[in-house]
């Protein structure tokens, strides 16, 4: 067990609903970092946060999907109109400033 | 941007054989981190290279960077089916200005059979 904790671990949902992720990192860790797996590839880097601060966003984070880390602490992924394409793994990690990640045990989405 | 590619792509093996795994960056890796992920699961931390021919070790499994740092290797010495799972390579290509955003192989999935 890494800390790093997220919920649901298992979503099903249907094309055009909108679902809510959310990921607690280890306390005292200031990043937060949400990546996407698909089945049979490594995790892409899909955004980052320092604090409550959104620092950079993938290309692979398109309008339908918004995250937030209030006041720094957990963090939330919403996306919004659901499409099949979105059905993936999705890993949340946290570091210090170490370059060091540890990993949630992730949400896996299907989209019927 | 940065690409690595893993080989092989999967691997089956007897229990007590050594096996490697291997990690090849497109560009100068400036960190490189090795993970296992079992099927549905997070991603479990393993090991960290930096330098140029640094080389760690942890229970049987070694990690080494090459000189030119830009390929890795995993060998796992005597497999047990503990073993057996997902093993990525991920990099840190930016020299510090990435955040620690990583960038992972396609991953190497290891089958050890008893």
């Known amino acids: 067990d890494t800390g790093v904790s997220q919920d649901p671990r298992h979503k099903i949902t249907k094309r055009g609903q909108n679902v809510t992720f959310r990921c607690d990192p280890i306390?005292?860790?200031?990043?937060l970092y949400w990546y996407r797996q698909t089945l049979g590839q490594g995790p892409e880097f899909l955004t980052y946060?320092?604090?409550?601060?959104?620092?950079?966003k993938s290309r692979l984070l398109s309008d339908r999907f918004s995250a937030e880390r209030p006041k720094g602490s957990f963090s939330t992924l919403e996306i919004q109109r659901t499409e099949q394409g979105d059905s993936a793994m999705y890993l949340c990690a946290s570091s210090q400033r170490g370059p060091a990640q540890y990993f949630g045990p992730g949400t896996r989405l299907l989209v019927l | 941007s940065q690409e690595l590619e893993q080989s092989p792509q999967s691997l089956i093996v007897q229990e007590g054989k050594n096996l490697t795994i291997n990690c090849t960056s497109s560009?100068?890796?400036?960190?490189l981190y090795w993970y296992k992920q079992k099927y549905g699961e997070g991603l479990i931390f393993l090991m960290m290279l930096q330098k140029g021919g640094e080389e760690k070790s942890h229970e049987k499994i070694t990690a080494k960077l090459d000189e030119k740092k830009q390929q890795s290797s995993l060998h796992i010495t005597a497999s047990q089916p503990s073993h057996a799972g997902i093993y990525l390579c991920?990099?840190?290509?930016?020299?510090?200005?990435?955040?620690?955003?990583?960038?992972f192989g396609q991953g190497t999935i290891l089958t050890v059979h008893p």
């Open positions: 946060f320092q604090n409550e601060a959104q620092l950079e």
């Open positions: 306390s005292e860790h200031n990043r």
């Open positions: 560009k100068t890796l400036y960190g």
């Open positions: 991920g990099a840190d290509g930016a020299g510090g200005t990435s955040y620690g955003k990583l960038t």
